[in-house]
């Protein structure tokens, strides 16, 4: 009962924070719960923030760039061309939330232990490693209003075209810090 109390507490603190559709639209929504319900907890004040930056209308009319959301957080707003072939990036200390305004994006995700083909070595200071390849991926198609959010343990392979041709994308990227739990 203490568990479900607890659920039902950070449910309703998420809600009033949030568009429904952000994070329990289960059909518009790829997310692993369990890794999101233990990051909420513990950098609840920079979700809240990037979830009410998502939530404000005016979010959706910037032009493309980066803006600051909170210290540790930022967005950027992506206005481009979905890509017929991209290499797979893996973030070790940073966790990526996309959420799609105009286009359709295919995001191939995968385990970081899948990765081949290294193309470039992790850099610490963008926090970013790339490969050529996963031996095993999930693909995920994203439409006006769905979200993806990745964590450390989802390599992923952004922006690449769902039907096979290049498309205009409108989205918004979301940077959050990741903490390990203790």
Known sequence: MKQLSAFILLLSALCTCTPKTYLWNESAT????????RQYRINQAEWDAAFAWLADPASRELPAGRYEITERTYAKVQ???????QNFEDHHKG???FY???GEELVNVARPENMTDLVSAYNEAKDVEYYRSASEFTPVVLRPGDMIILFPSDAHQPVLAPDGKRGPIHKLIVKLPYTEPE
Do not use: G, M
């Open 100 to 102: 799609i305004v105009e």
């Open 30 to 37: 790829t997310v692993d719960r369990a890794v999101y319900d």
């Open 95 to 97: 966790i990526d939330l």
């Open 79 to 85: 206005i481009d061309s979905t890509r017929l072939s």
